[in-house]
């Protein structure tokens, strides 16, 4: 039922006007309809129909901050007996929340990609790709069942999959695209499991109705075994939250992706597709707390993914994945959160994450134009002078990443470790270790990256060995397999020549910069009270008696300034300095302590060069598997089950019966009449009747 304040046809407006933004820059501005239209026709047209969504979500969160509430069929697709097939929309503060960040950070990637794309060929095609994810995106946070939440869910990945491969002359960038694609599939097959199940006990695809039943559903079991049913629908659910979300082991993707534009980078790695798995699971939190087994689950899968990918992010030295790794780390962060049923604090870590996040991709990409597409940070320092604006914002970003006082993220990453501390349930002793210990970590390679970057001496213009590009060279030596089979293109150099310098990035680059940079620094001081210990999230996310965690936080909490204040005297902070510290002194003090480090421990070093060899597993595991299983099928099922025995053995079989039959056709009268006599010798003997009735 509709609230007051909310037009269900204005509520449209907001997926459908990037939708046509994207169906005039895909359709009239490439080839398929024969560019007819140009490239600022094409832009101008997303970024018009991103910027009225955006509009338009902020209008829908303050008339939901005011009371009103949206939850309603927009459209019957088909009804099956007593299941309706519907599009409709659930519009409370969450999802509004969610419709902010997505279509705020959408806009300026938009207007972003103007100066970052503006020498490419596939300039329209990107604009209506990004368009088109934003419109994906915003389905699926505003659905209010769970055939739109798939619908959404499969079309992110869908664009996810054609914008990672954008540039789909490079061999690393399909590789890269199929990858995803093909590990999201096996998170979506866990997910499309969970929503069966739901479906089948619970006679409905509508959230609410599904909410309604569930003290029914929590004392059932899955037929056949003693596992409660709801336990094993919402860990289903997760496994597709793994997928989206790139949690271990499913993370491999996130990292690869990197092959596409950085402005996809900001887009689907920070603010939107990455995190639908955390959305999801806090949209799910009626069903999940009624499962303490699916919370341990979803805690020590979190905790996994925030410590140990954040290793993984030391030794990296492209600069965009540096902050791919930060993001698998955060991703971790937000889904320990989850596990500790702290769903609002996961929730605002993802809104001040999204805004932080993408300013670091966004600042990446402004240094790599800078850089003449050189992303190797060992080629970079002394930035500082050179682009001033890029330094202060990516400064900023790195101080909000690394959990800085008075910085957003600090008061959500400090809420997931207040929460973690106050949990119970299995497996929060790891988590508790996992949360600070990835604090240091995150810290180190956040200003390993900034120090090597903006500050030092200047290694630029130099000829390097490990240079390499956004456009062409892979980030590290074990997947550069294919990049002598690339194919050049108009770049003649990437680099800067000896004697070049550095430059500011344009206006159109800079600007989403700042913008983003603003919500970095104060959006977590102004909104933790309302959201994490006021009535924002109140009867959207539910928290059990059994899970005190919020309870708890909200006893300590005595305003964002005194939080922040009691910050400086915290673990949290001191942790945080430490890794500041030694990254300054290993890389601007003394960086002979490295390669000590490097030569030590190469070991440890090969192993996170090798991405804890995760790749080679799921090559000679899952796809040698496969090649074994489909070898085996193809020798055994298709050459001789088919083709030797169906196929060739009935041949034979007719051949044989043939060549009997030939050796009776001699062409002899006296044979053909010897066979007639028999023929009428055998109807005399079945028919006449030789015994006498009794």
């Known amino acids: 039922m509709a609230g007051q304040l909310l037009n269900p046809n204005l509520l449209l407006a907001v997926p459908l006007a990037p939708l046509a933004g994207a169906a005039i820059a895909g359709l009239l501005g490439t080839q398929f309809l024969g560019n007819l239209v140009g490239r600022k026709t094409s832009h101008t047209a997303t970024i018009l129909g991103v910027l009225i969504a955006f509009i338009l979500s902020v209008q829908t969160l303050l008339a939901v901050m005011d009371g009103a509430t949206f939850n309603g069929t927009i459209y019957n697709w088909m009804t099956i007996g007593t299941l309706k097939m519907e599009v409709g929309f659930q519009i409370d503060s969450l999802s509004a929340m969610m419709m902010c960040v997505?279509?705020?950070?959408?806009?300026?990637?938009?207007?972003?990609?103007?100066?970052?794309?503006?020498?490419?060929?596939?300039?329209?095609?990107?604009?209506?790709?990004i368009s088109l994810f934003t419109f994906s995106m915003l389905m699926l946070v505003m659905a209010n069942n769970f055939l739109q939440l798939f619908f959404g869910w499969e079309a992110v990945g869908l664009v996810s999959y054609l914008l990672i491969g954008f540039w789909y002359q490079r061999p690393t960038a399909i590789v890269a695209n199929m990858k995803a694609f093909l590990v999201n599939r096996v998170g979506d097959f866990g997910f499309i499991l969970g929503i069966g199940l739901l479906l089948a006990y619970g006679q409905s695809l509508d959230y609410q109705e599904i909410f309604a039943k569930k003290e029914a559903l929590s004392v059932l079991t899955l037929p056949g075994t003693d596992w409660a049913l709801l336990t094993v629908a919402c860990i289903c659910l997760f496994i597709g939250a793994m997928g989206k979300s790139a949690q271990f082991p499913l993370h491999v993707w996130l990292p690869d992706s990197m092959e596409g534009p950085t402005p996809i980078s900001a887009l689907i790695h920070a603010a939107t597709m990455v995190t639908a798995g955390i959305f999801m699971v806090s949209r799910m939190s009626p069903l999940f707390e009624l499962s303490d087994t699916a919370l341990s689950f979803i805690l020590v899968i979190g905790s996994i993914t925030a410590l140990f990918m954040g290793f993984l992010g030391i030794i990296q030295n492209d600069i965009k994945r540096v902050v791919a790794y930060s993001t698998l780390s955060q991703l971790g962060y937000m889904t320990v959160a989850l596990?500790?049923?702290?769903?609002?604090?996961?929730?605002?870590?993802?809104?001040?994450?999204?805004?932080?996040?993408?300013?670091?991709?966004?600042?990446?990409?402004?240094?790599?134009?800078?850089?003449?597409?050189?992303?190797?940070?060992?080629?970079?320092?002394?930035?500082?002078?050179?682009?001033?604006?890029?330094?202060?914002?990516?400064?900023?970003?790195?101080?909000?990443?690394?959990?800085?006082?008075?910085?957003?993220?600090?008061?959500?990453?400090?809420?997931?470790?207040?929460?973690?501390?106050?949990?119970?349930?299995?497996?929060?002793?790891?988590?508790?270790?996992?949360?600070?210990?990835?604090?240091?970590?995150?810290?180190?390679?956040?200003?390993?990256?900034?120090?090597?970057?903006?500050?030092?001496?200047?290694?630029?213009?130099?000829?390097?060995?490990?240079?390499?590009?956004?456009?062409?060279?892979?980030?590290?030596?074990?997947?550069?397999?294919?990049?002598?089979?690339?194919?050049?293109?108009?770049?003649?150099?990437?680099?800067?020549?000896?004697?070049?310098?550095?430059?500011?990035?344009?206006?159109?680059?800079?600007?989403?910069?700042?913008?983003?940079?603003?919500?970095?620094?104060?959006?977590?001081?102004?909104?933790?009270g309302p959201m994490l210990h006021g009535d924002f999230f109140k009867g959207v996310i539910f928290v059990g008696e059994n899970h005190p965690a919020m309870e708890e936080l909200s006893h300590e909490f005595h305003g964002a300034m005194a939080m922040a204040i009691h910050g400086l005297s915290t673990a949290p902070f001191w942790l945080a300095l430490s890794g500041v510290v030694a990254a300054y002194y290993c890389y601007m003090v003394n960086p002979r302590v490295p390669a000590w480090f490097f030569a030590k421990f190469h070991a440890i070093h090969t192993l996170l060069d090798n991405k804890y060899y995760m790749d080679k597993f799921n090559e000679v595991v899952f796809a040698g598997g496969a090649r074994l299983l489909g070898n085996g099928l193809w020798n055994f099922g298709d050459k001789k089950l088919i083709d030797g025995f169906v196929v060739n053995g009935s041949a034979k079989v007719v051949a044989w019966l043939s060549s009997l039959s030939r050796g009776l056709q001699t062409g002899y009268i006296y044979h053909y009449a010897f066979v007639m006599i028999l023929g009428v010798l055998g109807f005399l003997i079945y028919f006449l009747p030789f015994w006498p009735a009794k």
Do not use: C
């Open 102 to 129: 997505v279509t705020f950070v959408s806009l300026m990637v938009h207007i972003y990609t103007i100066g970052y794309m503006k020498d490419d060929e596939g300039y329209n095609r990107f604009f209506a790709y």
């Open 339 to 528: 596990g500790s049923s702290a769903y609002s604090v996961a929730v605002f870590h993802l809104m001040t994450h999204a805004f932080f996040k993408a300013l670091l991709f966004l600042g990446a990409g402004s240094v790599i134009i800078g850089m003449h597409h050189d992303q190797d940070i060992r080629n970079m320092g002394g930035l500082r002078k050179y682009m001033p604006i890029t330094w202060i914002t990516s400064l900023v970003g790195s101080l909000a990443l690394i959990g800085t006082p008075l910085f957003s993220g600090f008061y959500s990453k400090d809420s997931i470790i207040e929460a973690v501390e106050a949990t119970h349930i299995w497996g929060a002793g790891f988590a508790q270790f996992a949360v600070l210990a990835g604090v240091f970590v995150t810290a180190f390679y956040s200003f390993r990256m900034y120090f090597l970057v903006f500050h030092g001496k200047e290694r630029f213009g130099q000829a390097h060995p490990h240079g390499h590009d956004d456009h062409h060279a892979p980030a590290a030596k074990h997947d550069s397999d294919a990049h002598d089979e690339e194919d050049e293109d108009d770049h003649a150099h990437h680099g800067l020549e000896p004697g070049q310098k550095p430059h500011e990035s344009p206006f159109v680059v800079w600007f989403p910069l700042v913008m983003l940079a603003i919500p970095s620094l104060l959006i977590g001081y102004l909104t933790i």
